[in-house]
Nanobody, 127 residues
Framework: QLQLVQSGGGLVQPGGSLRLSCAAS????????IGWFRQAPGKEREGVSC???????NYVDSVKGRFTISRDKAKNTVYLQMNSLKPEDTAVYYC?????????????????????WGQGTQVTVSS
């Protein structure tokens, strides 16, 4: 069974850090483009970051300089390191994966046409 399993997330104070993990089961992420999305209550899902099959990374302007996406091939896992968190980063975060569609890691980053999705994890930034 092909699936993405997310971990990490939780409650953190403004200015704090969290790391989200997205582990693949049943397939290898090496040749996949991976996207991270988030959805806050009452808002549309938005693309936050992505990494192409070739390793090119991209970020939405609101997280540039604070979030870092990375891929660990040995662990078949992609991470989203989130630093200097703000209350407006509060949302459910999802990872997504697909192959042969590196174009998804460009433009607005919010194209949802990924085949595989993680289960989502809550990130709450509050004092």
């Amino acid at each position: 069974q092909l699936q993405l399993v997310q971990s990490g997330g939780g409650l953190v104070q403004p200015g704090g850090s969290l790391r989200l993990s997205c582990a693949a089961s049943g397939f290898t992420l090496d040749n996949y483009v991976i996207g991270w999305f988030r959805q806050a209550p009452g808002k549309e899902r938005e693309g936050v970051s992505c990494i192409s099959s070739g390793g090119t990374t991209n970020y939405v302007d609101s997280v540039k300089g604070r979030f870092t996406i990375s891929r660990d091939k040995a662990k078949n896992t992609v991470y989203l390191q989130m630093n200097s968190l703000k209350p407006e980063d509060t949302a459910v975060y999802y990872c997504a994966a697909d192959t042969g569609v590196d174009f998804l890691c460009s433009g607005t980053l919010s194209n949802p046409l990924y085949d595989y999705w993680g289960q989502g994890t809550q990130v709450t930034v509050s004092s």
